[in-house]
């Protein structure tokens, strides 16, 4: 489950217009959120609140083994409209599951952005700055986030840590994305690393408006979307590189059965091969396969995981009164929980049962591997949310 913070963020890369799926980082994003899950680990209790548009403070607290926690401060200046309160969030928002990808949506016009007040231009670019201190170690986490235009943004995250090399490290970031493709340049002070990330999208071009002369058939006929991306880096310290490239397709909401994405990433240094294959078999239900293979050791690995929303249909007292009148209504449904479990073909199996009890969010789930009967279990956790 997203943590408040990062719920926020989201939040600002929605009301700014920036589409996260975009970007080869985001490849395997479904897989990830189907097989990667993390479970909790002991008890942590997390409360949190936007006090206005423009900020948002969080405070974290945790036992495992020893009492930790942290403190989080955020400040956006585009107001944020989201709503925040525990009680009401879409959990859709908050669960990382399935992600059917939507349309690819025009950049905004730059002059869109223009803001003019007496000749001049008055108007400022987004920004986001977020903090937040770990206790009882010290170590403290820093983000600053800018639009630059409507294509382009950069980001700088910081770590200070005196358990770290130098006392800590420093990542930029700076993207542009088009629609059609998209681009990322980072840097790193940790081995002086660069890299390069690109992501292109076949099919039309979302900057061209359709040609008038294309038949309604032809358009309405792309129901996918195939996508090709590759990344590089290279430390200039240890003088080693890296490079992986990937390709993706994914189904369009405009198709009419069952959603489905395809990935298969390679890494020729390594030598290592990837293929997920992830489809929404029904409304509440999602699975995953992903088989990992090296052909320089030939070794191999098979994973599969799933997800269960459960639902409740809203306004269920009020079913009798439909039936006396012999009158039909919308069917509408309330998300309170999913259970997501995954298992590998040396029997590790995580299970994690996420969902809301009253006002608050929860997140529980646990790790064992079937073949040790002494100590099954590695992890088990319970982490509370609450937010206003």
Not at 77 to 106: C, F, M, W
Request: proline share 4%; aromatic share 12%.
């Amino acid at each position: 489950m997203l943590g408040f913070m990062d719920y926020v963020q989201n939040a600002f890369y929605k009301a700014s217009h920036w589409n996260q799926d975009n970007s080869y980082s985001t490849l395997t994003a479904t897989a990830q959120s189907l097989l990667d899950f993390e479970t909790p680990r002991g008890l942590r209790l997390n409360v949190s609140a936007l006090s206005s548009p423009n900020y948002a403070t969080s405070y974290t607290l945790g036992s495992i083994g020893v009492v930790d926690g942290s403190l989080s401060y955020l400040y956006s200046s585009l107001a944020l409209r989201e709503n925040t309160k525990s009680e009401h969030i879409d959990l859709h928002n908050v669960i990382q599951g399935y992600r059917p990808l939507q349309e690819l949506r025009r950049p905004d016009e730059p002059w869109w952005w223009e803001v003019w007040q007496g000749g001049k231009r008055v108007d400022r670019r987004d920004t986001l700055l977020y903090g937040r201190l770990f206790l009882p170690h010290s170590i403290l986490e820093a983000l600053y986030l800018r639009r630059l235009s409507p294509t382009q943004q950069v980001k700088i995250s910081c770590v200070s840590d005196a358990r770290l090399k130098s006392g800590g490290t420093i990542l930029a970031l700076f993207q542009h994305d088009v629609g059609k493709f998209s681009t990322e340049y980072l840097y790193s002070t940790d081995s002086a690393l660069l890299g390069f990330r690109g992501l292109y999208n076949f099919g039309p071009d979302p900057r061209k408006p359709a040609p008038k002369s294309a038949s309604e058939d032809a358009l309405e006929g792309l129901y996918g979307r195939f996508s090709a991306g590759a990344e590089l880096y290279y430390g200039a310290l240890n003088k080693s590189g890296g490079v992986s490239t990937g390709i993706r397709f994914t189904t369009l909401p405009r198709h009419t059965g069952f959603p489905y994405t395809m990935t298969l990433t390679l890494n020729p240094l390594m030598g290592n091969l990837s293929s997920t294959y992830s489809v929404k078999a029904g409304p509440s239900l999602a699975m995953c396969s992903r088989f990992d293979f090296n052909v320089y050791s030939y070794e191999s690995d098979l994973q599969l995981g799933c997800e269960l929303w459960r639902t409740r249909r809203r306004n269920e007292e009020l079913d009798w009164v439909h039936a006396k009148l012999g009158t039909s209504r919308q069917e509408e449904e309330d998300v309170i929980g999913v259970l997501k479990g995954r298992v590998d073909q040396n029997w590790n199996i995580g299970i994690l049962w996420e969902g809301r009890i009253k006002e608050l969010l929860f997140s529980m789930g646990t790790t064992f591997d079937i073949r040790r009967r002494e100590q099954p279990f590695r992890t088990v956790g319970l982490e509370l949310q609450y937010s206003s």
